[in-house]
């Protein structure tokens, strides 16, 4: 037996994944980090975990966060309501938005979503700068200066009324690369979406289910395809949004096949669900509406296959809660016309378990897959020291897997503040049963056990570009 010394707890007995590898060891954690993986380790606190998984703690990139929205809408969730969610979710490190309105300096901005944060987290986090405003007082120099403390990415939009146009956008991109920041986009085509919905509504045809009509798969790719030659003219990365199209898919194919410096990410949403969702009495398909809209099994398809090649990188959830009442979807009354109400759902606690279910415990991929893509790419890509893996040295952020725990989704089982779970009723086989962040146990088999304002900021000031 390997003796303690100092060691504050030991993981023992269970399969430590990572997206290299897997093998029975035992993990010992000290300060915070893990301290070592090996055999016969022995430490203060000792937990069994014979017949789990040992896996680095879920990264979720793209979650909106006690944000407001551009209709002027706060989604659902506080920072201390969506961080417990991801907990239980075995998710241990978020990034969120700091999303810029018209008039806002960035500096504000940032200021206020980090205080929010900084009171109620209860995982580590990180922002992406929505910027919808360029024409702000000091606009470049607090870009400038918040890229420099450590905010290494930015979110632009192509459509919605805080969209920028080409010129903005080259303009952001240039700022971006010439500071060392990633540049995330929302890529759909806002004169396609604009036109879409017109005719629609113009034909009385006003309800959830033809939500997906009005964002026309045109939209999105031309749109990726344009982001795609600004990324390779001014050789800047970027970050491809919720790719929800086969067409979208293949445009980021061939552009990195061009050495175009691209990236991209899907959702639990577009890989699981198709537009059929929408179609349900009355409003009640609101639940399930988000920008771009699911698609169709062969776009499901088309996304899986990106995901094995290589296309895409990552899966997030693009968490957007918004409640199913006057707060929320329903907030221009139990009339309102799709494009009133507000878009996105809640994924924050899903994810990985939906994700572990399709890929692992049906086959669609491996063990180390779904490491890579949950967890060890985000974390690469967005530069978060200490996070991803599990090495010695490494933030002891880990989740417990049981793989042949089964659980059905509830009505109403989730630990945000949105009231309604998207994917009541679906199965699924595998469960994370411990969470911990930095070595301190905030889930365990149900149970909540972490603290608002307990996470912490990461700074990503020394981290490099993505690779």
Same mark, same amino acid.
């Given at each position: 037996? @390997?003796?303690?010394?100092? @060691? ?10 990572? &997206? ?8 010992? @954690? ?6 070592? =993986?090996? /055999?016969?380790?022995?430490?203060? +606190? ?5 017949? %789990? ?6 990264? /979720?990139?793209?979650?909106? =966060? ?77 870009? $400038? ?53 017109? $005719?629609? %509504? ?8 033809? +939500? ?35 067409? &979208? ?20 949403? !577009? ?12 409003? /009640? ?12 099994? $062969?776009?499901?398809?088309? #996304? ?7 296309? %895409? ?16 979807? #329903? ?9 009133? =109400? ?12 939906? @994700? ?25 890509? !967005?530069? #978060? ?12 952020? =880990?989740?417990?897997? /049981?793989?042949? +725990? ?17 994917? $009541? ?43």
């Amino acid at each position: 037996m @390997i003796p303690a010394m100092g @060691i504050d707890r030991v993981i023992r007995n269970g399969t430590v994944v990572t &997206a290299r590898d897997s093998r029975k060891a035992d993990l010992a @954690i000290a300060d915070g980090k893990i301290a070592a =993986i090996g /055999d016969g380790l022995t430490g203060a +606190h000792e937990v069994d975990a014979t017949g %789990l998984y040992v896996l680095p703690g879920g990264i /979720d990139p793209h979650c909106h =966060i006690e944000q407001k929205s551009g209709m002027g809408q706060w989604n659902a969730d506080s920072f201390e309501t969506a961080t417990r969610s991801a907990a239980m979710g075995g998710t241990t490190t978020v990034i969120s938005f700091a999303a810029q309105h018209e008039g806002q300096r960035l500096s504000e901005v940032v200021a206020g979503y980090a205080a929010r944060a900084e009171r109620g987290a209860s995982v580590d986090l990180a922002f992406h700068i929505i910027v919808s405003d360029t024409s702000v007082a000091h606009f470049e120099a607090d870009l $400038a200066s918040l890229i420099a403390a450590g905010h290494r990415s930015l979110k632009i939009f192509t459509t919605y009324n805080i969209r920028l146009d080409d010129a903005d956008i080259l303009r952001v991109m240039t700022l971006a690369r010439q500071a060392g920041a990633l540049v995330c986009v929302h890529a759909e085509n806002d004169a396609l979406i604009q036109h879409a919905k017109s $005719a629609l %509504l113009a034909d009385g045809r006003t309800g959830p289910e033809h +939500h997906a009509a009005s964002h026309p798969r045109a939209a999105e790719i031309e749109a990726v395809g344009r982001l795609c030659r600004f990324a390779e003219y001014l050789d800047q990365p970027v970050m491809l949004f919720h790719i929800s199209t086969a067409e &979208a898919a293949e445009t980021i194919r061939a552009a990195r096949r061009n050495g175009a410096p691209v990236w991209a990410e899907t959702c639990p949403h !577009y890989l699981l669900m198709t537009e059929d969702v929408l179609r349900r009495n009355g409003l /009640d398909g609101a639940k399930w509406m988000c920008s771009p809209p699911q698609r169709t099994e $062969a776009d499901q398809a088309a #996304l899986w296959q990106a995901l094995q090649d290589g296309t %895409l990188d990552l899966i997030s959830s693009d968490h957007a809660p918004y409640r199913f009442d006057h707060t929320g979807k #329903l907030a221009a009354g139990p009339d309102a016309r799709f494009d009133q =109400i507000a878009n996105g759902l809640p994924g924050l606690e899903t994810r990985l378990p939906l @994700i572990f279910d399709t890929m692992v415990t049906q086959g669609r991929g491996t063990l180390q897959e779904f490491v890579r893509l949950t967890a060890t790419a985000p974390a690469r890509i !967005y530069g #978060l020291p200490g996070k991803g893996d599990l090495v010695p040295g490494m933030d002891a952020d =880990i989740t417990l897997w /049981d793989p042949v +725990h089964k659980h059905i989704y509830g009505t109403n089982d989730l630990h945000d503040n949105v009231g309604y779970n998207p994917w $009541a009723g679906h199965g699924v086989t595998g469960w994370p049963v411990q969470t911990y962040l930095r070595g301190t146990l905030v889930a365990d088999r149900g149970t909540f056990l972490g603290a608002p304002g307990a996470g912490r900021w990461i700074d990503r000031s020394q981290s490099g570009e993505p690779a």
